[in-house]
């Protein structure tokens, strides 16, 4: 064989390997992928809030990843839990803390629901994992996991109900007590504007706080904010409404009056804040 045969050789051999080596690359989907976009748990309903909520984008600018061991803080209905609990169960841990029922007794029957979470999560392993655990944060009886156990608590638009209840600075704490060294509270959080007049109080009765206030009240319980990010941004809130967050999407608490609008201002502005523990 010829030296430019050879070499003519060498360069096709390399350049098939490239051109594979770039179509793999182009179709392959990592874990965080698949539990956002290729997964059966998620509903109709869940999959038109990914507009609003851009789950695949937090997810990673939290860096959370399928080996994670995470707390999520009241679930609610699942939608972030339809997510987490897949991508977790296999290689992580998906830790649920639910609102705590003892906070509910002017609601029996979220009370009753809330009560019964724990046995939810422990009788459903094909969403769950096996290793799964289903709590309450703030706990009023010790830590709702072992201390130093989890890289990241993840707490979404649930920070304006622990001002409410009186919770904040427990939940905060025990946040705190069960992150690993160095762990992630992961925050998304309807904003008010700074401009706001309001105190803390008026402004989470809103369901609202302004991001100021609330990394400055983070930061002072033994967290550090690292980096924040205008994913869930919306500049179309205006803020200003008749029953405050609550009358944009999903909850329309208007019903029909000027439905038409709400719906296309979206759901709330939101601020999307990472803070790393430190040591107090």
Known sequence: ?????????????????????????????????????????????????????????????????????????????????????????????????????????????????????????????????????????????GLPVDEGSLDFVFITRTLHNWQNQGRLELGLKQSWQILKDKGVLAIVQHRDDESYSGDRKASSDRGRWKQSDLINVVESLGFKLVASSEINANPKDTKEYEKGVWTLPPSLALKDKDKAVYTAIGESDRMTLKFVKVAL
Do not use: C
Request: hydrophobic letters at 35%; proline letters at 6%; glycine letters at 6%.
């Open 1 to 141: 064989m010829s030296k430019h045969a050879y070499l003519a050789g060498i360069i096709l051999l390399f350049s098939t390997l490239n051109v594979k080596s770039v179509s793999a690359t182009s179709t392959e989907k990592d874990a965080i992928w698949h539990a956002v976009h290729n997964n059966t748990y998620r509903t109709t309903e869940e999959l038109k809030r990914d507009k609003y909520r851009n789950p695949e984008e937090v997810l990673r600018f939290f860096d959370i990843k399928e080996t994670s061991q995470v707390g999520e803080v009241a679930p609610g209905k699942g939608w972030y839990t339809h997510i987490l609990a897949p991508l977790l169960k296999d290689k992580g841990k998906y830790v649920g803390l639910q609102h705590n029922p003892a906070y509910y007794g002017k609601w029996p029957e979220w009370a009753k629901t809330l009560q019964a979470y724990p046995e939810k999560v422990k009788n459903t392993p094909e969403l769950y994992g096996k290793n799964a655990i289903g709590s309450w944060l703030p706990s009023l009886k």
